[in-house]
């Protein structure tokens, strides 16, 4: 039985040897001082500062613009709500008038018309190549000195 008694003791003599708290770690983490981290939240709504901010310079041309002889371009704001998407209406000759999707590009509106890759961009009246228009300052022109329309 005396040769038991050291292997009983083995576990309670072990057991002292076991890490209580540490004291010192705790002293230490009470000093430290809790961060917080913040986000960049980018789905977040935008505000109406970032709403008038993110306005085009395509978007003051939104309504109708008049050509000669019944010609025109409606520029509206497409159905599906897109910033720089536009849905055109274009009379561009007599026989002619269609419906389609524009989308900005910088300081024009791009399109497609006959298979044609097309820009909308501003300018003035001289620059449609239509007496009609010569001398007015607000106008887009399509094809310079062959189609444009203007305010």
Not at 2 to 9: F, G, I, Y
Not at 53 to 60: E, F, G, I, Q
């Amino acid at each position: 039985m005396r040769a038991l008694s050291p292997l009983l003791l083995l576990p309670v003599l072990l057991a002292g040897c076991a890490k209580g708290p540490d004291n010192e770690a705790v002293a230490n983490n009470a000093a430290n001082v809790a961060s917080v981290e913040t986000f960049d939240e980018s789905d977040a709504a935008p505000t109406n500062n970032q709403i008038a901010d993110a306005r085009l310079p395509t978007d003051d041309w939104v309504g109708k613009w008049t050509g000669p002889e019944g010609l025109f371009l409606d520029i509206q704001p497409s159905p599906d709500g897109k910033p720089g998407h536009y849905a055109l209406t274009n009379k561009d000759n007599l026989d002619r008038q269609g419906d389609y999707p524009g989308v900005a590009e910088g300081s024009t509106i791009r399109f497609v018309r006959d298979g044609k890759d097309l820009a909308i961009r501003p300018g003035n009246g001289d620059e449609t190549g239509f007496k009609y228009l010569a001398g007015k300052s607000d106008c887009l022109i399509v094809v310079t000195g062959q189609e444009g329309y203007c305010r």
